[in-house]
């Protein structure tokens, strides 16, 4: 494959990272720290980003690097005759329906930027600012407007190709998402009363962390990483072949989860500065954080307007660079299998996302009553994806990576052929993690999630 498209060296690593940070690490990082026991979650989280979900991740990257081709693809060519090219196409499925009910949430934070930089959520009774939430999600049209726009401009930059479209855009978002965080981390701080969201994050609660909270810390972390759904690897198929795979992977591990804590440093002192509980669950950011606001332009209405637009830029921003990663793994196997071109892929991606994205907005109003084994159609989206696709794919490309692909194949793509020094002693530990431990734990946690 001569003319595939590379990123370049710095490039890939703002493009894995953008896959990395969104909606996963501002809306629901925070809150299920809140719920499970603030420093002692992030802990527990940590060691499973560093054990499990790194050596996942650098098993995808290692398949798609080794391949040069995207999901369903690399694993047919890497296992011909084999039944191994399934696995890609279920997480090619897993990426698709993620990508579609990502964008309803990523479209509500692009109505709520609006409504933020239109009033600021100002109100004579900051409590009804709670309510807003309630009352756009389970209406009709805002919500799918907000949808459509979205995944509109979303696919437009995938349109655009890896260069010119997904490079360029990733250079430039990660480091604005980054200022803007700290920028809103400082805001946060010097709020009267932070300092006891602080020291909630800081001070370990171990008696909070249950077995759920453990294994909800490695789902978490399975989702923020975005491991198991083939954007890691379709992003890796285009990386250069002189590139660590070991350091790229790191240094995307310590950008999304140091974006998690950061975030949980804006959420949490504002949280406990409002006198709000840090257990809200999912309504934390939609409804808590308005709230926020709303109290705030009591006193400096213009501050809020600024605080809040910018906040929930923040969280589109983030939301679009993951959005483009799940719809690249779709449009690139539409394109390298059926010889689609780009354009005519994407358009059919969009609509195809459109329609399922549609129906899960749709589930919050209209189809409420429509329930599948007892979820609505964005839960089941949503457990789907995020506990069977993206569990058993991650246990697939460990499997593939660990006892499918030659040992000497994934050595060559982990040192760069043994032209990278310290790789060596690293590559033993992580085989033996990839062979031995992480497929059981993984298999564990599964069927503790099932019961
Ligand atoms: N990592 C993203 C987040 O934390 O919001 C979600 C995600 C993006 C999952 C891309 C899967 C994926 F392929």
Redesign the pocket.
């Given at each position: 494959m001569a003319d595939r498209e590379r990123f370049g060296k710095l490039a890939i690593i703002m493009a894995l990272a953008g896959?990395?940070?969104?909606?996963?690490?501002i809306w629901?990082f925070p809150y299920i720290v809140g719920e499970y026991g603030g420093a002692a979650f992030i802990i527990v989280y940590l060691l499973c980003s560093l054990f499990i979900s790194l050596p996942i991740f650098i098993s995808e990257s290692i398949i798609g690097r080794r391949a040069g081709q995207s999901t369903y693809c690399a694993l047919h060519s890497l296992s011909r005759g084999t039944k191994w090219k399934w696995l890609g196409l279920v997480a090619v499925a897993g990426?698709f329906i993620?990508s579609s009910f990502?964008s309803v949430v990523g479209g509500w934070s692009a109505d709520f930027m609006l409504r933020a930089g239109i009033n600021g959520f100002s109100s004579s009774n900051p409590e009804s600012v709670s309510t807003i939430f309630t009352a756009m999600s389970t209406s009709v049209w805002e919500p799918l407007l907000a949808h459509t726009a979205f995944l509109g401009i979303s696919i437009l930059i995938v349109v655009l190709g890896i260069k010119n479209g997904i490079e360029r855009f990733s250079k430039i978002s990660i480091p604005l998402l980054f200022v803007l965080i700290v920028v809103m981390m400082v805001v946060s701080l010097l709020l009267p009363g932070a300092q006891d969201g602080v020291e909630y994050l800081l001070k370990p609660d171990f008696s909070k962390l249950s077995a759920k909270g453990i294994s909800c810390a490695l789902g978490q972390s399975f989702?923020?990483?975005?491991h198991?759904?083939?954007?890691?690897l379709t992003y890796s198929s285009y990386m250069k072949k002189s590139q660590s795979i070991l350091s790229t992977s790191v240094w995307t591990l310590i950008f999304?989860a140091l974006f998690a804590i950061i975030a949980s440093f804006v959420v949490m002192p504002a949280v406990f500065s409002a006198g709000l509980k840090p257990g809200a669950g999912p309504a934390l950011v939609f409804e808590s954080i308005p709230f926020i606001f709303a109290k705030m332009g009591t006193v400096a209405p213009f501050t809020a307007r600024i605080v809040s637009t910018t906040f929930f830029f923040t969280i589109v921003v983030?939301?679009l660079t993951?959005?483009i990663?799940?719809l690249e793994?779709c449009v690139s196997q539409l394109v390298e299998r059926m010889r689609y071109s780009r354009k005519k892929a994407s358009i059919l991606v969009f609509v195809a996302a459109w329609i399922v994205g549609a129906l899960c907005s749709l589930s919050f109003g209209p189809l409420s009553g429509v329930s599948i084994f007892g979820n609505s159609i964005f839960g089941l989206c949503d457990r789907l994806s995020s506990n069977y696709f993206?569990t058993l794919c991650s246990l697939g490309f460990a499997v593939f990576v660990g006892w499918k692909m030659d040992r000497v194949q994934v050595k060559e793509e982990f040192t760069n052929n043994g032209t990278l020094k310290p790789s060596s002693a690293i590559f033993n530990v992580f085989y033996f993690l990839i062979k031995y431990i992480i497929p059981p734990v993984i298999l564990l946690i599964f069927f503790t999630n099932l019961m």
């Open positions: 896959s990395a940070i969104g909606l996963g690490n629901r990426a993620i990502y989702f923020s990483i975005s198991g759904v083939g954007a890691v999304d983030a939301a993951s959005e990663s799940m793994v993206m």
